[in-house]
């Protein structure tokens, strides 16, 4: 039982993880267009199967009115061992995709992956609609959860998950909000949420984000959720959008922003 296992496995089982993300890829969840919505809920359906083979307790969640239905959130759980003494995890994600258009600029079917060599020859990469945005950045997280079942033979390796993932993030989340705080008890005892939905800076450079989904940041405290901040001190250099970001921690009243020598974080959402 050991993450060395799991990690082993994963380098063992890399072409059966990467054949289940191109199956992820092909479906096409544009979920900004109602002409898809079977699609999109095929795709929320998809991660829903893949989390409950790795143990998981799963459910899909409707979202919106009956006369505006929304796309269905996936939400999965996992209890932790009994010993386990860690934080409770809460992952965030989406399994919708941007519409392809304009789809002559593709130069391959943007919902038939195909495996390219990656710039500067340095192993490949795959292109498909949603590759990076953010099927494979979920899926990195799914696999993993996978291997750790599969190694350990408990759901997230023994440590306490909540999942999340929504199927309007290209649409502006317009049913989270009322999710989440529908959802509040249930979301609210995590201790951390781990994202993988932002940017990347380049190759071999390695980003720190801060400030994200400003109605989160912003509304926060009445939903009880976000409680640590987070400093971060260094010479750094960062690509900065503070003038999105709240001029203060509404959690702890630190000054958010960025210069050249300190940078300050709300981030930690529980
Ligand atoms: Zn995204």
Redesign the pocket.
Known sequence: MSTEAALNWLDEHEDDSIARLMEWLSMPSVGTDPSYDAQTRAAGQWAADHLRASGFDVELRETGTKDEPGHPIVMAHCPGDEEYKGPHVLFYG?YDVQPADPIELWESDPFTPVRKPAEGAVGERIVARGAC??KGQVMMFLEAMRAAFETMGVAGGGVKYTVMLEGE??SGSVNLENFVRDNVDELGTSDVCVIS?TGMLGRGRLPLHMGFADWLIQRSPSLGLIRTCILVSGAARFRTRSMNWPRFCRSCGTMIGASRSQVSMTGSVS
């Open positions: 989406h945005d953010d993030e290209e939905d």
